[in-house]
């Protein structure tokens, strides 16, 4: 196999056929359809990339039950950082929604240089993305993620404290910060075999609180990922890792954060020995996030975006 693989023919062969391989592993593609506009959603099959983008194609679907077809043709949106996606259909629109870094600090750059649809549009989650993507001749718009028809707050019996999440690639400064506090607690759970919004939704629902962590260059640049906005809208009281465009994206101070593990028990504490006033707290984050970033907001942003290049 070494010495096939020295030939440049065949060794561009085999590479090509690891790169089939790859991407029928692990890449997801979900699909939606109004009338005339296909909209088609290529992400990964990490447990946060699912939930976005099934959420996302629903909210298209109800878009067009309110609104009709928007008459874009086909939507080609591919989102995150993975490199089996580099080769992409070409579409009517192509997007390219920016929400991870591949553990890399230049990751926008690395991804513009090896995708072979270059996108017509960078959709960004921050004011940095915005600034980033703009600084690379790429047309943006502000984009954040957000939460679907099925995070709401549901009467039901909360227990124990828990986090959502594939496992194995969390950053481990974070992790010790925030997870470890807990993991040897009888009340403590860490799922990532969930498969849909609906039992993300009545996970979060069934906990007293629930953790949240944003890997370290998502954090730098200012993206704040789905499960914030998820964990808000249940009305679950939420401990994050400090993050430092957490205010701006929600638009509201957001205290609940925290750096350390002393910290992290701490806030812990305080929630659980005043559980009632706290949960009137998050009843009020819930409204804000139901309000301001739901994926009907963000639909209605990014088609408008659309129309508007023509």
């Not at 506009?37 to 946060?48: N, P």
């Amino acid at each position: 196999m070494r010495l096939l693989e020295s030939s440049p023919v065949v060794g561009k062969l085999i590479e090509r056929t690891r790169q089939r391989r790859r991407q029928r592993d692990w890449a997801t593609l979900f699909t939606a359809k109004v009338g005339s506009t296909t909209l088609r959603f290529y992400t990964t099959i990490g447990l946060g990339d699912v939930m976005i983008a099934r959420q996302f194609c629903e909210a298209f679907e109800e878009y067009g039950k309110v609104r009709g077809d928007p008459g874009l043709g086909k939507i080609v949106i591919s989102a995150g950082a993975w490199d089996t996606g580099f080769k992409l259909e070409r579409g009517d629109h192509v997007v390219y929604w920016w929400w991870s870094m591949g553990r890399r600090d230049d990751w926008l750059a690395h991804y513009l240089n090896r995708v072979d649809v270059k996108p017509d549009v960078v959709a960004c989650l921050s004011s940095h993305c915005v600034h980033e993507a703009r600084s690379r001749g790429q047309e943006t718009v502000y984009l954040p993620l957000a939460v679907g028809k099925h995070f709401r707050p549901a009467a039901t019996l909360r227990k124990g404290i828990g986090f959502a999440g594939s496992k194995g690639h969390k950053d481990s400064t974070q992790e010790l910060a925030i997870v470890r506090p807990f993991a040897d607690r009888a009340d403590f759970e860490w799922v990532d075999n969930l498969k849909t919004p609906q039992d993300l939704a009545a996970f979060y629902n069934r906990k007293q609180i629930v953790l949240g962590m944003t890997e370290t260059r998502q954090e730098k640049t200012g993206m704040v990922n789905n499960r914030v906005f998820e964990v808000l809208a249940t009305a679950t009281p939420f401990i994050l890792h400090a993050h430092r465009a957490i205010d701006e994206v929600l638009g509201v101070e957001y205290p609940y954060q925290s750096s350390s593990p002393e910290q992290t028990l701490e806030l812990a504490d305080r929630i659980l020995n005043d559980y009632a006033r706290h949960l009137s707290v998050f009843t009020q984050f819930s409204r804000r996030v139901l309000t301001s970033h739901t994926y009907d907001n963000r639909i209605a942003t990014l088609i408008e975006c659309l129309r508007t290049r023509g």
